[in-house]
């Protein structure tokens, strides 16, 4: 991930520049928009909060086939969604430069010929998605404006990047819906979960020991390769499921993540001890379709900055996230019952989307993290779950 990064910021920096010419040639009109191309590569949580974009550019195309270009480790998850007319994806996963090169050259050229009138690049500030929008060629071309980063000014229309709005609410911006309206938990498209999907969850719930009628909890103390220093402690995370298991009669605590994932999940468990009761680690055990599944079944959800709270919270399911490095004001979760506990010192937030969203934490431990202590985070999840009259919102502590 990081090194993608970097060749973003350098080899994107000369090929923005090399691609200037392309600013010179004519336009034509917008006219009749029949074909749309999304552009969104990184983050299932970030595709999650698209999907009222997506509503918008429905009423602003009504004739046009909206078309997104992604990640291929999207693509399930996206289809999943069921808002777009078709799904593009890009493979970045590569032996080698040259051959990564080759790949994108090619994907770059199908996209010009397929005469797209509109291009709505959804990307904060990389300068790949730019010169995907420049290569494509479509009459309009909408991204951010970056007065910090230098894109090549390929877009013919930019829109400010808000950092005081939910990140929901400037997808919609840019795509020109309600003037940058509030973006409600009903605006939001959830994961479309099939039965037949249910009933595989049912066969490995049974299979892990999960089986039964009792409050069903899933915990994640992963969060994306991008920032791993939004995870919340592990011992922390284990005296929680402790104490969620002794104060909810015959819970289940299910932990998930990726299959990378799954010796740093199996840690809490092993911290836990034989007192946590029925409980199992389900990292990499889950497709995306069986983790939407597994969410939309939970009674609670307790989770660091991540794509799966963005997905349960969209699914209706009672939702604590866990907010340290990155702001609530950007990412709280947007649900019916959802919280977002931060309590940040005065060096919080340092990650932010001008900066890639690479965080160096210059006090050598995350104490943004450590400032939410157990004790706030249980009170938070035993309200959602006994439904106290909590409404949705964020939970900031001074520090």
């Known amino acids: 991930m990081q090194r993608l990064q970097r060749a973003d910021q350098r080899l994107g920096l000369v090929a923005c520049a090399l691609l200037q010419p392309l600013r010179l040639l004519p336009r034509g009109r917008a006219r009749d928009v029949e074909r749309v191309l999304l552009v969104k590569f990184w983050g299932i949580g970030s595709l999650q909060l698209l999907t009222p974009a997506v509503q918008s550019l429905r009423r602003r195309h009504p004739n046009a086939r909206l078309e997104l270009l992604t990640l291929r480790q999207n693509g399930e998850f996206v289809r999943g969604l069921g808002v777009f007319d078709e799904v593009l994806e890009l493979d970045v996963d590569s032996s080698g430069w040259l051959r990564l090169f080759g790949r994108i050259t090619r994907a770059l050229w199908r996209l010009r010929r397929r005469g797209y009138g509109a291009v709505y690049d959804f990307e904060f500030f990389t300068r790949f998605s730019a010169i995907v929008t420049a290569v494509v060629g479509a009459p309009l071309r909408v991204g951010f404006e970056s007065p910090r980063i230098w894109r090549g000014r390929f877009h013919t229309a930019t829109v400010p990047f808000n950092r005081y ?178 309590r940040p010192p005065a060096c919080s937030p340092c990650i932010n989307v001008h900066d890639n969203k690479l965080s160096a934490c210059w006090r050598g431990r995350p104490e943004c993290l450590l400032n939410l202590g157990v004790d706030l985070v249980e009170a938070a999840a035993l309200n959602l779950i006994r439904d106290d009259g909590v409404r949705s919102g964020r939970v900031e502590v001074e520090a």
Do not use: K
């Open 165 to 342: 709005w939910h990140v929901a609410r400037n997808f919609r911006c840019l795509a020109g819906g309600e003037n940058g309206r509030a973006v409600e938990p009903e605006d939001l498209t959830p994961l479309t979960v099939s039965d037949t999907t249910r009933e595989r969850l049912d066969a490995l719930l049974s299979e892990e020991g999960l089986g039964g009628a009792g409050p069903l909890i899933v915990l994640n103390p992963n969060a994306g390769a991008l920032s791993l220093e939004r995870r919340w402690p592990t011992a922390n995370f284990a005296d929680l499921a402790r104490r969620l298991a002794r104060e909810l009669p015959g819970a289940r605590v299910a932990l998930i993540g990726s299959r990378g994932e799954r010796d740093y999940t199996g840690e809490i468990l092993a911290q836990a001890g034989e007192g946590l009761g029925a409980a199992a680690n389900l990292a990499g055990r889950l497709d995306v379709a069986e983790l939407g599944a597994l969410l939309e079944r939970a009674d609670l959800f307790v989770g660091n900055d991540s794509g799966p709270m963005h997905l349960a919270a969209a699914l209706g399911t009672p939702t604590v996230g866990l907010f340290g490095p990155e702001t609530p004001v950007m990412y709280e979760p947007i649900g019916t019952r959802t919280r977002a506990l931060y």
